[in-house]
């Protein structure tokens, strides 16, 4: 196993990786870095820059630089290695997996409940600032109660 960084630089500069990522080898590295590329080149053209003039910088554990992976190095028609397949997870660890999809899905229906709850407040607000503001008009006792009396010139407003 090692650990890589994987700065990123464009014609602006270096936009170092702080996090970091531990892959078993350089190769699974390059292909991470790789499959990252696509995205990011949207991103990139997306803020103005010529993502043909960007490239990955994968250094090791102490920032020594080990690889360097231009973004054409994705789009051009050559053969890559190939990824390794992924390790079988122990059953504490596929559990904990489980566990975290789990509360994403939580997590997701709360926020949705959230924002409806949030939209709904919207229109009761909406609401009750008509009803307020129909309540500012004056009202007149009557025989048999209180009736509202709308302002002479038939635009509400508050009595004075």
Do not use: K
Request: charged share 25%.
């Amino acid at each position: 196993m090692g650990f890589f960084h994987f700065h990123l630089r464009t014609a602006v500069g270096l936009e170092r990786d702080e996090i970091g990522l531990v892959c078993p080898n350089l190769e699974t590295a390059y292909l991470d870095a790789c499959s990252a590329i696509p995205m990011l080149m949207a991103e990139l053209v997306g803020r103005g820059h010529d993502p043909s003039t960007c490239s990955f910088e994968i250094t090791d554990a102490v920032d020594q630089l080990v690889m360097e992976v231009p973004f054409l190095e994705r789009v051009r028609r050559h053969p890559r290695p190939r990824r390794a397949e992924a390790p079988v997870l122990s059953p504490e660890t596929q559990a904990l997996v489980n566990r975290l999809d789990l509360l994403t899905l939580a997590i997701n229906r709360e926020a949705a409940q959230l924002q409806a709850n949030m939209d709904q407040a919207a229109r009761h607000m909406a609401r009750m600032s008509t009803i307020r503001h129909r309540s500012d008009w004056c009202f007149e006792t009557w025989s048999d109660g209180l009736a509202p009396v709308a302002p002479a010139d038939a635009i509400e407003q508050p009595c004075a």
